[in-house]
C-alpha cells in the first residue's frame, strides 16, 4: 500500500531570478574541517571567527529550485493546515522521480514534541519525541522507494524526500537507487547553500527568504546556535523500511509466541522481542558486512558462547534459539547498565562503550547521551538506536490499521527433541514421518546443504518436527520450551 501523498498544485514555470551567495574561502575552510562529532557550542565559536559579513538589505536566496519548489509548497499546505499528523506533499517530479515536503501543521509540530506512552515498560520522554516519532515514520509511512533527506544530528529536521515508485520494473533495484540517490545529491547540494546561508545571516532571521523560513521553522524546536551549521554538515538520506516491516510481519508471528517466553524466562519485557524488527526487520536471511547474522544478528563470537555452530548447523538462523542468546546478552547489558533504554542502546553499542558514555556524562539517562557524548564511536546507528526501537515498537502496536495489506500468520507447531546419538537426515525424515520441506521451515538453522547431505546431526542437537510425530528412540525428553541447554 503507498504512503498516502497529496496531489500537486498547478506549477508556475517561471523561477525567481536568482543569484549564488559569495562564500568567503576561509569560511569554507573552517566549516569542511569541523567534525560532525565536535560539541556544537565548540561549531559555533569556531564558525563565528569567520563570520562572513552580512548585507542589511533583503537576503539573497542561493536557490531559485528551492524558493520555487516552497511557493508551490506553501500553495498546498492550507488544505491539511488542521491535520494532526505530518503528511507528505508532492511538489515535482525529477524525470520518473518524485520530489517531495513533509508537512507538518502547526497541531502536528507541537504533538509531535509530545511525551508519549507507548506501554507501560516502554513510554517515550518529550526530550526524544521528534526523534521517536522521524523513526516511527520511516518504518510506517515511507517504504522501500522512497528516501528521506534529513539532518543526521536532528533527524527528525526533514527537509525532503524521494519518492521513485514509477520508475520502470525493468530496472534492478541497483539502478533504482543509483538513479534515486542522483536526483538526491543534486538536490542536497541546494540545501547546504542555503543551511549556509542561514548560518551566515542567523542573527538577521527576519530577512530570511521563504524557503529559509521554512527550513527554519522546522528547526525552531532546537536552541542551539549553531544549528544551521551543524545541518550544513550532517545531511544524510534514509531509506524508508515499511515494505521491509510489512514483510517481517509474514514471517514473526510464527516465532513471537515461542520467542515471548525464551525472554520471560530471563525476566525480559515481551516489548523487547521486538528488537529482531530493528536489526533485520525479521528477514531470517539477513546478514551484515561484520558477520552477524539471523533476525537478532548475532555475531559470531556471541553465538558461539551461547549457541551451536558448526558446518551445517547455525542456531542464530533460528530465531527462536537465537533469542535464547539475545535475551541472555540483553540481561547481562541491563545488569550492567541498570536500565532498559541503555541495556537495548548496548545491544548496538556494546557494554563497555555504553559504560564508558555514562562515565563521560555522568549519567545513566539515555537522553543524556543522545544530546551530550561525543565519543568517537557513538554514531548515528547507536545515538538512534533506541529511538529507532520505540519507533519499531508503536508501528508493530498499530500493525493492524497500517498494514491492512499483510495477512494473519498462524504461530508454527512443533515438537522440539534433542538427538540421544548422531542422526542422518534421512534417518529424521523416516521416523519422524515428515519431509525435508517442512524440517526446513522448522529448522532455519540447518543449510539447506545439510539437508541434501549424508552428514550426520550430532547427539544432544535440538530439533524441531512436525507435532504428532511418532516417539522414537532417536528423541529424549523433549526439552521444555526456552529452557537452558
Not at 497541531?107 to 509530545?114: F, K, L
Not at 528477514?283 to 558477520?291: E, P, T, Y
Not at 547498565?337 to 559504560?355: D, E, F, M
Amino acid at each position: 500500500m503507498k504512503s498516502p501523498i497529496l496531489s500537486n498544485a498547478s506549477r508556475n514555470n517561471a523561477y525567481f531570478g536568482f543569484a549564488l551567495l559569495a562564500l568567503a574561502t576561509s569560511l569554507l575552510v573552517a566549516v569542511v574541517r569541523v567534525a560532525p562529532s565536535v560539541d556544537s557550542s565548540l561549531l559555533f565559536a569556531r564558525s563565528k571567527l569567520h563570520r562572513a559579513k552580512v548585507s542589511t538589505g533583503p537576503l539573497i536566496a542561493p536557490s531559485a529550485q528551492v524558493e520555487q519548489d516552497t511557493t508551490d509548497y506553501l500553495g498546498q499546505t492550507h488544505t491539511v493546515d488542521h491535520a494532526d499528523e505530518c503528511l507528505p506533499i508532492h511538489i515535482r517530479d525529477e524525470g520518473k522521480i518524485s520530489v517531495l515536503y513533509l508537512h507538518c501543521s502547526e497541531n502536528a509540530y507541537v504533538h509531535d514534541g509530545e511525551a508519549v506512552e507507548i506501554s507501560e515498560a516502554f513510554k517515550v520522554p518529550a526530550s526524544i519525541a521528534r526523534r521517536y516519532n522521524f523513526w516511527r515514520r520511516i518504518y510506517s509511512l515511507w517504504g522501500k522507494e522512497q528516501y528521506v533527506m534529513h539532518v543526521a544530528e536532528y533527524p527528525e529536521v526533514v527537509l525532503e524526500a524521494f519518492d521513485g515508485s514509477r520508475l520502470g520494473s525493468d530496472l534492478g533495484p541497483v539502478a533504482r537507487e543509483k538513479q534515486i540517490k542522483k536526483v538526491a545529491k543534486s538536490e542536497r547540494e541546494l540545501y547546504r547553500k542555503l543551511l549556509l546561508a542561514m548560518h551566515n545571516s542567523r542573527a538577521h532571521e527576519e530577512r530570511f527568504t521563504p524557503a529559509m523560513k521554512r527550513v527554519a521553522a522546522s528547526m525552531a524546536h532546537i536552541k542551539d546556535p549553531g544549528k544551521y551549521l551543524v545541518a550544513y554538515q550532517t545531511l544524510r538520506l534514509q531509506r524508508g523500511q515499511r515494505d521491509f516491516i510489512a514483510g517481517g510481519l509474514l514471517t514473526a508471528p510464527k516465532y513471537l509466541p515461542a520467542i515471548e517466553k525464551e525472554f520471560a524466562a530471563q525476566d525480559i519485557p515481551v516489548e523487547v522481542t521486538r528488537l529482531a524488527f530493528v536489526e533485520s526487520s525479521f528477514n531470517l536471511k539477513a546478514q551484515s558486512k561484520v558477520g552477524a547474522s539471523g533476525v537478532y544478528q548475532i555475531m559470531p563470537a556471541t553465538g558461539k558462547q551461547y549457541l551451536k555452530m558448526f558446518d551445517g548447523i547455525d542456531e542464530r538462523n533460528d530465531p527462536i534459539k537465537a533469542s535464547r542468546a539475545a535475551a541472555k546478552l540483553l540481561r547481562l547489558n541491563y545488569s550492567l547498565t541498570g536500565s532498559w533504554p541503555l541495556a537495548i542502546t548496548a545491544y548496538n553499542h556494546g557494554v563497555g562503550g555504553i559504560r564508558r558514555a555514562t562515565q563521560a556524562v555522568h549519567s545513566r539517562d539515555i537522553v543524556d547521551l543522545i544530546n551530550r557524548y561525543r565519543g568517537n564511536q557513538f554514531g548515528f546507528a547507536s545515538k538512534n538506536f533506541y529511538a529507532s526501537f520505540l519507533g519499531v515498537l508503536a508501528t508493530l502496536k498499530d500493525s493492524n490499521r497500517i498494514f491492512p495489506e499483510v495477512p494473519t500468520v498462524q504461530a508454527l507447531v512443533f515438537t522440539p527433541v534433542r538427538l540421544t546419538k548422531s542422526t542422518s537426515m534421512r534417518e529424521v525424515l523416516r521416523t519422524y514421518a515428515t519431509s525435508t520441506t517442512q524440517i526446513a521451515e522448522l529448522n532455519p538453522d540447518i543449510a539447506s546443504s545439510m539437508l541434501r547431505s549424508v552428514r550426520m546431526l550430532p547427539a544432544g542437537y535440538v530439533i524441531k518436527v512436525p507435532p504428532r510425530a511418532p516417539a522414537a528412540a532417536l528423541a529424549s525428553e523433549s526439552p521444555r520450551q526456552g529452557a537452558k541447554k
